[in-house]
């Protein structure tokens, strides 16, 4: 952590001997395991006003007999520490996605998915099935495991469960997060109904522009 903070500190030092030069705020989503997410929570918190946290959000999908259960977190400052948040992640097996303010000139109607990684590669199926245009500007994958539970449907006592937990989690659960832009406004609502409906999580950045980042 002490090199990574020498190293943002040399960056900022050489961008500020640059008088003409601002510092450019960029934003991006990270999801992953609690455990993850806090730790890239408690790197944005003391990030002193460099960085601040959006918002953060707990999931838990219902999948038959099992719930799989992961954060994912939107982060908003500077782009030098914002960079040093992909390496936190690569590092701590999270997704990472960012997203540049150029993206908001260049990309119409931008969104984030996030959503198990066979979920995601699904509905980017049916929206292609559905002659919608769109890209896929960035996707990421978890590397490390999301936590999975049996359900509370499943009536069997705390000790078995725990018993069986480690045989269910070996079932790794991939989580993917993707930054896609629809070429037409008027599709963004068919869009996000797909999403949503196979229960991916949706980002309409549209939302989180018209709040003050500046």
């Known amino acids: 952590m002490i090199e990574d903070n020498i190293r943002v500190l040399r960056q900022a030092a050489k961008v500020s001997s640059n008088s003409g030069y601002e510092i450019e705020k960029n934003w991006c989503v990270i999801a992953g395991n609690a455990e993850i997410i806090d730790k890239i ?6 990030s002193n006003h460099r960085v601040k946290i959006i918002f953060r959000e707990h999931v838990m999908l219902n999948d038959g007999k099992l719930d799989k259960k992961f954060d994912f977190i939107m982060l908003y400052g500077n782009s030098i520490v914002i ?28 969104m984030v998915f996030v959503a198990p990684d066979n979920v995601i590669k699904k509905t ?16 990421s994958q978890t590397t490390a495991f999301i936590d999975v539970d049996l359900s ?23 989580l993917s997060t993707i930054l896609i832009s629809v070429d037409k406004k008027e599709e963004i609502k068919k869009v ?15 939302d989180i522009v018209t709040e003050d980042y500046s």
């Open 192 to 206: 996000q109904s797909i999403a949503t409906s196979n229960r991916i999580f949706v980002i309409d950045f549209k």
């Open 152 to 174: 509370n449907e499943v009536k069997l006592p705390n000790f078995i469960k725990s018993a069986l937990k480690p045989f269910y989690n070996a079932n790794e659960v991939v």
């Open 41 to 46: 929570a408690y790197k944005a918190i003391a």
């Open 83 to 110: 960079d040093e948040f992909k390496k936190l992640a690569d590092q701590y097996g999270g997704a990472y996605v960012r997203i540049l303010h150029k993206y908001l000139i260049e990309e119409p109607n931008l």
């Open 124 to 139: 980017v199926s049916v929206i292609e099935k559905s002659k919608i245009s769109f890209a896929i500007l960035q996707d």
